[in-house]
C-alpha cells in the first residue's frame, strides 16, 4: 500500500512559478516510477509528467516541456515538480501517482496510488 500527500498549490500569476512536492509513505519508494497528473473544471485528468525509479528518465506532456522540470528524492521519498512560467492553463488539481515504467523501453503506467491533489491556480 502506497500512500501519497501532494502540497505546495497555490495562486500565482501568469509566469510564476510553484513547486509541488509529493510525500510517499512506503518503505519501496524507489520500486516505484512516479508520475504527476492534472485535472482542470470539466476536463479529463491528464499526463504531466513522470520520472524512472531512480530519476535517470523524465518525460513530459509537450504543453510543459521546458517550463515543468519532475524530480525525486528516494532518500526523502518525494518527487517534486518545479513549474516555472505558469500559464492560466496550467491550472488544475494536480495529483501525484506511483506507477511503473517510464523508461526508454515501457512508457508510464498508472497504478491506483493517487493522492488527493493540490490546487494549482494561475491568474491572468
Known amino acids: 500500500q502506497v500512500q501519497l500527500v501532494e502540497s505546495g498549490g497555490g495562486l500565482v500569476q501568469t509566469g510564476g512559478s510553484l513547486r509541488l512536492s509529493c510525500a510517499a509513505s512506503?518503505?519501496?519508494?524507489?520500486?516505484?516510477?512516479m508520475g504527476w497528473f492534472r485535472q482542470a473544471p470539466g476536463k479529463e485528468r491528464e499526463f504531466v509528467a513522470a520520472?524512472?525509479?531512480?530519476?535517470?528518465?523524465?518525460y513530459y506532456k509537450d504543453s510543459v516541456k521546458g517550463r515543468f522540470t519532475i524530480s525525486r528524492d528516494n532518500a526523502r521519498n518525494t518527487v517534486y515538480l518545479q513549474m516555472d512560467s505558469l500559464k492560466p492553463e496550467d491550472t488544475a488539481v494536480y495529483y501525484c501517482n506511483a506507477g511503473g515504467g517510464a523508461t526508454p523501453s515501457m512508457s508510464y503506467y498508472a497504478m491506483d496510488y493517487w493522492g488527493k491533489g493540490t490546487l494549482v491556480t494561475v491568474s491572468s
Open positions: 512506503t518503505v519501496t519508494f524507489d520500486s516505484y516510477a
Open positions: 520520472i524512472s525509479w531512480f530519476g535517470d528518465y523524465t
